[in-house]
């Protein structure tokens, strides 16, 4: 297992928001470049929805395996781990903030939606539900109080109940699909299939059709000799028919959603990477 380092330096802040979001959900599939996904007839939904949307053509993962992309999303830091181990060892934790700890403290709401979770908060894997998925569990700032992580990291199942209304659905929604429905173990058309169930519940949800809400739809990785995934806003926040060729990554998206709620940036990767104003209203 890695040893984990301290984490980078925080830069310094100041708030500029470019847009106010109200709800920011975040959809992450697997292990696909973005040339297997943009223009492939097995993602027709997928395609359809780029075209209606907002799509950072040039985005980037920033590193492989999974793991330290999901850290990198969530806390602006791989926090030094390298591959894809899974906690509660003391090697394979990831103690640095992470966007959970500004949300609480500024008064946003957030979960994590994990798709086969057996149980909320669960440390192991099980059937289709990957632990590597869900970065929540590597910070020991998550995990330390149970109650507090059972509260918020739960599985895909309650996604229903809480798209209800608009204070049910809380302001930062992550969402692992399991291993078949995220493309990591299954063809691209079954992750495309799974989101053409998922996203129209979303978009139709109160909070995307009386706020001013996010979608963004993301790639953990590529392959290794391309890391450029696919990502695409939707929603109100989005603009519609859009295409940026500014080069981005996963820190511009962590940083995008940081300036919009005037969160400060967790490190100097997150804090100098641009944020994805273009593709917002």
């Not at 097995?42 to 950072?56: E, P």
């Not at 053509?57 to 791989?78: E, I, R, W």
């Not at 940083?255 to 005037?262: L, Y």
């Amino acid at each position: 297992m890695p040893s984990v380092s301290p984490q980078p330096s925080s830069p310094t802040f100041s708030r500029n928001p470019a847009v106010v979001l109200d709800h920011v959900v975040i959809i992450v599939e697997e292990n696909k470049p973005a040339t297997s996904i943009l223009g492939n007839i097995d993602a027709r939904f997928l395609n359809t929805l780029a075209t209606d949307s907002a799509v950072a053509m040039n985005y980037t993962a920033v590193a492989h395996p999974s793991l330290p992309n999901y850290l990198a999303m969530t806390s602006g830091s791989t926090a030094g781990i390298t591959d894809d181990c899974n906690p509660p060892g003391p090697s394979c934790q990831a103690r640095v903030p992470s966007i959970t700890g500004e949300l609480d403290a500024s008064g946003h709401t957030w979960k994590m939606y994990a798709e086969g979770m057996p149980t909320p908060c669960a440390k192991l894997n099980s059937g289709n539900y990957a632990v590597k998925h869900n970065p929540f569990l590597y910070y020991p700032s998550v995990t330390k109080d149970p109650a507090y992580c059972a509260a918020h990291d739960v599985p895909f199942t309650q996604l229903s109940h809480d798209l209800a209304s608009s204070s049910t659905l809380p302001d930062y929604a992550f969402i692992s699909p399991d291993l078949c429905n995220d493309t990591h173990d299954c063809p691209v058309r079954t992750g495309d299939a799974w989101l053409s169930r998922v996203v129209p519940a979303i978009l139709a949800s109160a909070a995307f059709t009386s706020q001013n809400s996010l979608l963004v739809i993301t790639w953990d990785e590529g392959s290794q000799s391309d890391n450029a995934v696919s990502t695409i806003f939707a929603g109100p926040a989005a603009k519609t028919g859009y295409r940026s060729e500014v080069d981005y990554n996963h820190y511009s998206l962590l940083h995008t959603i940081e300036e919009a709620w005037g969160l400060a940036p967790l490190t100097n990767n997150d804090g100098g990477a641009p944020t994805m104003a273009d593709l917002l209203r």
